[in-house]
């Protein structure tokens, strides 16, 4: 596995840690937020492989707005979206830490 940024926007702390602990062993640099402010910014200085949205927390708005960028993206909600999105994965909550880790790699071809 080759070491990168994602970052995950979500509001619900129990999730952040979830995947916090399900990062711990892998190459990633998992880095949380509970809101997307000041997210521009910290693509800039992290360059993230990936960054994994809740919907909930982000907003419809502000989630069509970060799919207008070069990004990869995953999205998670409790509810379905209904977007078409170019290179997007979207997973349902709840999901597993472990199986979104292999979805992950699967979508970054590691």
Known sequence: MSEG????????????????IAFR??????YT??????????IEDLSPKLIIVDQDTVG???L?????SDLTFITTSRETVNYDLND????????????????????LNL
């Open 5 to 20: 940024y994602i970052i995950y926007i979500e509001k619900e702390a129990a999730l952040r840690k979830a995947l916090e």
């Open 25 to 30: 062993d892998s190459e990633f640099k998992l």
């Open 33 to 42: 937020m509970d809101s997307p402010e000041n997210l521009s910014l910290l």
């Open 60 to 62: 419809d708005l502000l």
């Open 64 to 68: 069509s707005n970060f799919f207008k």
């Open 88 to 107: 997007s994965i979207y997973i349902k909550k709840p999901f597993s830490p472990i199986e979104l880790l292999e979805i992950i790699e699967s979508k």
